[in-house]
């Protein structure tokens, strides 16, 4: 497993940014797919956006497709979710991911083996 820490999160106006960043120990860090995911109070958690191991493939949820971008450095154990375009239905707590999958198995909860704990993003209307 990898050890991940979340960071960024915050209290944001609507239509403003915010730049999560996960941080990753481990050696394996590399061979991993990536993701983001997301829980709002009484709902489950649900996926934002994935990263291939190499970076050359991206996926979205359609909810956030167009204002969230996905990327990792692997030379550096991280990963960050740049989200533009706030929205308030985007406040949650976001969690950082990893796991063997691949294509789309990585909008699923159950593909990934290792989780952050997670930070507050929260979106003022």
């Known amino acids: 497993q990898v050890h991940m820490v979340e960071s960024g999160g915050g209290l944001v106006q609507a239509g403003g940014s915010l730049r999560l960043s996960c941080a990753a120990s481990?050696?394996?860090?590399?061979?991993?797919?990536m993701g983001w995911f997301r829980q709002a109070p009484g709902k489950e958690r649900e996926f934002v956006a994935a990263?291939?191991?190499?970076?050359?493939?991206?996926y979205y949820a359609d909810s956030v497709k167009g204002r969230f971008t996905i990327s990792r450095n692997n030379a550096g154990n991280t990963m960050d979710l740049q989200m533009n375009s706030l929205k308030s239905e985007d406040t949650a707590v976001y969690y950082c991911?990893?796991?063997?999958?691949?294509?789309?198995?990585?909008?699923?909860?159950?593909?990934?083996?290792?989780w952050g704990q997670g930070t507050q993003v929260t979106v003022s209307s």
């Open positions: 990263i291939s191991w190499s970076g050359g493939n991206t």
């Open positions: 481990g050696r394996f860090f590399s061979t991993y797919a």
């Open positions: 991911a990893g796991g063997y999958c691949s294509g789309y198995r990585c909008f699923g909860v159950d593909n990934y083996d290792s």
